[in-house]
Nanobody, 115 residues
Framework: VQLVESGGGLVQPGGSLRLSCVAS????????MSWYRQAPGKERELVAS????????NYADSMKGRFTISRDNAKNTVYLQMNSLKPEDTAVYCC?????????WGKGTLVTVSV
C-alpha cells in the first residue's frame, strides 16, 4: 500500500497550488479519501474529504470556498485544488484513505505560503 503526495512548494499569498495523491496497492475506488494538514507546532486537522464515488465532499470551515477536493478513480488519484492561499495555510499536507476503519496515510507534501 502506498500513497504518494506531490504538488507542494512555495507560493505567495493569494496564489494557488494543486496537490495530488496517487494511490497503489489497494482498491482505490472503495476508499473514502481525505486531505489533512499539520502546521508547525499545531495538531493535525482535517482539510477536506470525498466519498469513494466522488459524489460527496466535506470541508473544514476555514477552507470552504477556497479549496476543492476531487478524485479520478481511473487514475487512483485524489486532488486538492487550493486557491487564495494564506500564510496560515502553511503546513504539511497528507492524504488518507479510509474504508471501514482501515486507514492508510501518505507521508505528505510541504506547502509554504510566504512572500
Amino acid at each position: 500500500v502506498q500513497l504518494v503526495e506531490s504538488g507542494g512548494g512555495l507560493v505567495q499569498p493569494g496564489g494557488s497550488l494543486r496537490l495530488s495523491c496517487v494511490a497503489s496497492g489497494f482498491t482505490f475506488s472503495r476508499f473514502g479519501m481525505s486531505w489533512y494538514r499539520q502546521a508547525p507546532g499545531k495538531e493535525r486537522e482535517l482539510v477536506a474529504s470525498i466519498s469513494s464515488a466522488g459524489d460527496s465532499t466535506n470541508y473544514a470551515d476555514s477552507m470552504k470556498g477556497r479549496f476543492t477536493i476531487s478524485r479520478d478513480n481511473a487514475k487512483n488519484t485524489v486532488y486538492l485544488q487550493m486557491n487564495s492561499l494564506k500564510p496560515e495555510d502553511t503546513a504539511v499536507y497528507c492524504c488518507k484513505a479510509n474504508w471501514y476503519g482501515m486507514d492508510y496515510w501518505g507521508k505528505g507534501t510541504l506547502v509554504t505560503v510566504s512572500v
